[in-house]
């Protein structure tokens, strides 16, 4: 079992790693929910650590929203409508499967957010993410940098809309794709790949200049089929309405 909790990955402490390997479980459905899990004494002897180490890691699930503890019972395993936090392995995310899912859950939301964007913009809006569209092409392009002003611009769009919900839902997945553009800068060449990217979030900023959502919608999604493709993996290029 050590050794299964080393192929977790690189996680900073054994807590996190007993609490990776179990949300694991649950999300595969080898933990179903409404299940308990087994006790502080049974995943101790299962996972080779003290009941401290399993403790934190319950703890760690519990503040996760995927599992609720009741007192004298034990902790069980919450079914994803219960779970009050949203929450996204990263170690996950190696799996080219639900990377696919990632980038999906990115086509619904960014391109549905261009489209409201492009209707309800201020100057304000247009202005901030005209400046996060000159970061990713200035000085910073082949550094750091431009990945930040490149999130940033995407979390701006969403503001835009006027929808602080949607901000907050495309502010927490803007993070998780933090690494894909880290591997898509490793895997194609460096100048191409800067020249397209800046090249797809011009034609997104044209669209939202022109108050234009249906061209908004379909820059974005282009953009966000595009940046799934330079990191392996293939989504459908659909035509959708744009915003009412």
Known sequence: MKQRLAAIGTVETLP??????????????????????????????KFGVSRNVVREAIAQLRADGMIEARQGI???????????????????????????RLFELRCILEAESAALAAARRRQEHLDSIKAALDRMGGEER?????????????????????????????????EQIRHSIHYARLTNPLHDLVEVNVGEHVRIYEA???????????????????????????????????AK
Request: overall charge negative; aromatic content about 6%; hydrophobic content about 45%.
């Open 16 to 45: 996190h790693r007993v609490a990776a390997f179990l949300s694991r479980e649950i999300e595969s459905g080898e933990l179903n929910p409404g299940m308990r899990l087994p006790t502080e004494q049974e995943l101790s002897e």
């Open 74 to 100: 034990g902790a069980f395993v919450l079914a994803p409508e219960q779970r009050a936090a949203i929450r996204i392995d990263r170690e996950a995310l190696k799996d080219t499967h639900n990377m696919e």
């Open 208 to 242: 939202l200049v022109a108050g234009d959502p249906a061209a908004a919608e379909a820059a974005m999604r282009a953009h966000i089929v595009g940046a799934a493709d330079r990191v392996g993996v293939k989504l459908p290029l659909r035509k959708t309405g744009g």
């Open 142 to 174: 082949w550094e750091e940098g431009s990945i930040d002003a490149d999130l940033l611009f995407h979390r701006e769009i969403a503001r835009a809309t006027g929808n602080s919900y949607i901000h907050t839902f495309i502010s927490f997945v803007c």
